[in-house]
Structures are given as C-alpha cells and as structure tokens.
Antibody, heavy 120, light 113 residues
Framework: EVQLVESGGGLVQPGGSLRLSCAASGFTFSTYWMHWVRQTPGKGLVWVSRINSDGTTTTYADSVKGRFTISRDNAKNTLYLQMNSLRAEDTAVYYC?????????????WGQGILVTVSS | DIVMTQSPDSLAVSLGERATINCKSSQSVLFSSNNKNYLAWYQQTPGQPPKLLIYWASTRDSGVPDRFSGSGSGTDFTLTISNLQAEDVAVYYCQQYYSTPYTFGQGTKLEIK
C-alpha cells in the first residue's frame, strides 16, 4: 500500500525557516516524480514544486522560487521541502504527492497533509 | 500560466441523478505528439487530501466507480457523476499537468438536493 507521511510543520515567525519531510513507503520511491502542493481556505489548491525521480530536475512556482528548495533522498525514501524566508501567505496545509504512474504526472497519491502557520 | 475555470462553483443534485461539472483551460492541454489531454479530476471531502478520480481527461484511476466519467479535449472538459450517491458529496477540482506551474480549478462544491 502506498503511504506518504508528512512531518515538520508547525508555527514559525515571518522570515523564519522550516523543513518539511515526506516519508514514502509501499512503492519504489526512486522511480517516481514527486510534488509538493499546498492548500489554503481562500485560495484552494496550489502546486508548489516538483522533483524528478533521481533528483536532478526541480521546478518551482514563482511564488516560492528562491525561497523554497525541494530535494529527495532515494536511499531513505524521503522527500523534503526546505522553506526559508517564510511569509504569512505561505500559511497553508502542505501535501506531498506522488505521480500517478511513471509516465503520468497527475497526482495519484497524497499524504494527509501538514499545517504550516507563519505568524508572529 | 494556464488558468483553469470550473463551472458551476456549486451545485445540488438529487440522489440517483446526474451531476455535471465543467472545466475550461485558458489554453489547450492536448499534447499533439501522443494525443493525450493532460487533465485530471480530483475529489476532496472535508479533512481529507484530494483523491484522484480521472487522469488523461478520461481514464478512471484504479478503484474509482464507473459512475464517474471524464470527457472533453483541448480546452473544454466535463466530469460526470451518474447515479449520485450520498458519499459523492465533496469538492471537485480539475487540474492541468500539461505545463508548469501545474494549476487547479477553483473547485466545485457538490451537495445533495
């Protein structure tokens, strides 16, 4: 069974940093593209970043480019999101998601999500 | 960026009836080299992550009841839920994965009439 479990969220002050982790199990982690998606009540679902199977290709939404870094450790079956210079508008539930198949980049599996709150 | 616009924002349908949700993209999401539409539909119930229903615009994900069907091509897509069940109450999102930034529609809230 595919499982994705996020951790590392919490309350952080504006300008601060957090690192989210997503522990993957139940599939060959090193085979799939992975994504981070966030959700706020007001703005719905917003794609944040993606990384290819071997970690050599990364892409970011403009809103986080230069502040967030996606990475993965295929030996540990873990996806990461390093978030720096956090702003109030980064407050959201963050989901990690796995591509549906090796060739389809739709989001076939999602973690339960982790809340990040940026506030003083 | 490709803008995804869903209609309606909300709808109420009687049990056993059909619900239809539309999604329009600001540019085509049809990839000519493989003739695939890079369009997915998700269902989200309160407190849960989104669940993939449909990808490639019309391919049901594993385990999704055949009451759910997707259609359309290019810029106009439809999610149809036949024989509506109580457990189908949710918010439904379309999403394009043709180009980054991947973008979602604003969501359509489906309720029972």
């Amino acid at each position: 069974e595919v499982q994705l479990v996020e951790s590392g969220g919490g309350l952080v002050q504006p300008g601060g940093s957090l690192r989210l982790s997503c522990a993957a199990s139940g599939f060959t982690f090193s085979t799939y593209w992975m994504h981070w998606v966030r959700q706020t009540p007001g703005k719905g679902l917003v794609w944040v970043s993606r990384i290819n199977s071997d970690g050599t290709t990364t892409t970011y939404a403009d809103s986080v480019k230069g502040r967030f870094t996606i990475s993965r450790d295929n030996a540990k079956n873990t996806l990461y999101l390093q978030m720096n210079s956090l702003r109030a508008e980064d407050t959201a539930v963050y989901y990690c998601a796995r591509a549906t198949t090796v060739t389809s980049l739709s989001f076939g599996y999602w973690g339960q999500g982790i809340l990040v709150t940026v506030s003083s | 960026d490709i803008v995804m616009t869903q209609s309606p924002d909300s709808l109420a349908v009687s049990l056993g009836e059909r619900a239809t949700i539309n999604c329009k993209s600001s540019q085509s999401v049809l990839f000519s080299s493989n003739n695939k539409n890079y369009l997915a539909w998700y269902q989200q119930t309160p407190g849960q992550p989104p669940k993939l229903l449909i990808y490639w615009a019309s391919t049901r994900d594993s385990g999704v009841p055949d009451r759910f069907s997707g259609s359309g091509s290019g810029t106009d897509f439809t999610l149809t839920i036949s024989n509506l069940q109580a457990e189908d109450v949710a918010v439904y999102y379309c999403q394009q994965y043709y180009s980054t930034p991947y973008t979602f529609g604003q969501g359509t809230k489906l309720e029972i009439k």
